[in-house]
């Protein structure tokens, strides 16, 4: 089965910060990777899928790239409803295995 | 508006067994994979099970497999999780969702989306 690691777990930044987040497989997977947000007490949304297509609706400072193994959510300029707690998933075959999650915290 | 509620949530003794539901709203059911995803409170996801559309094909993570088993039906756009023999570790929110899919470039990709608000079991003596 195909295991996803992501880091760092947690992160500090202040609003305006440039964020990134990584993530990688066990093996290849192509582009069959997904990020989702979790806000506290809510359910996961998609934020991209296919490794950097945007999901509707979701703003434009959010972007992925990657691919084979490791990939990246970047935040280009972190605004107060970004801070939650960011997971990659894969697709690409076998159970649809999720990374352990990063937290955005407010420095 | 695409929805998903699910039910049946409940505090259970360990042994015990229990079926979760989840019904659709705002899309044709019958169209879509459907998965079933937990988290234990306060920690990450994981994956739990999928069914397809029709019903005839299965999977499940490790930890549950030959003790949860998935199961629909399309008549009234509902999915359900059977759980049996349960242990202290099954405790977490069991959230619903729905794959969505598309085709770039000629390739098949798939995400989840949307998902329910979650319903809560606890095992626990």
């Known amino acids: 089965d195909i295991q996803m690691t992501q880091s760092p777990s947690s992160l500090s930044a202040s609003i305006g910060d440039r964020v990134t987040i990584t993530c990688r497989a066990s093996q290849s997977i192509g582009t069959s990777l997904n990020w989702y947000q979790q806000k506290s007490g809510r359910a996961p949304k998609v934020l991209i899928y296919?490794?950097?297509s945007l999901q509707s609706g979701v703003p434009s400072r959010f972007s992925g790239s990657g691919s084979g193994t490791d990939f990246t959510l970047t935040i280009s300029s972190l605004q107060p409803e970004d801070f939650a707690t960011y997971y990659c998933q894969q697709s690409y075959n076998g159970p649809r295995a999720f990374g352990q999650g990063t937290k955005v915290e407010m420095k | 508006e695409k929805r998903l509620v699910e039910s049946g949530g409940a505090v259970k003794q360990p042994g015990g067994s229990l079926r979760l539901s989840c019904v659709a709203s705002?899309?044709?059911?019958?169209?879509?994979?459907m998965h079933w995803v937990r988290q234990t409170p306060g920690k990450g996801l994981e994956w739990v099970s999928v069914?397809?559309?029709?019903?005839?094909?299965?999977s499940y993570a490790d930890s549950v497999r030959g003790r949860f088993s998935v199961t629909r039906d399309n008549s009234k756009n509902s999915l359900y999780l059977q759980m049996t023999s349960l242990r202290n570790e099954d405790t977490a929110f069991y959230y619903c969702?729905?794959?969505?899919?598309?085709?770039?470039?000629?390739?098949?990709?798939?995400?989840?989306?949307?998902w329910g608000q979650g319903t809560l079991v606890t095992v626990s003596s």
């Open positions: 296919a490794a950097s």
């Open positions: 969702a729905k794959e969505t899919h598309t085709v770039l470039q000629g390739k098949a990709y798939k995400w989840l989306d949307p």
């Open positions: 069914i397809s559309w029709d019903g005839r094909s299965t």
């Open positions: 705002g899309f044709f059911f019958g169209d879509y994979d």
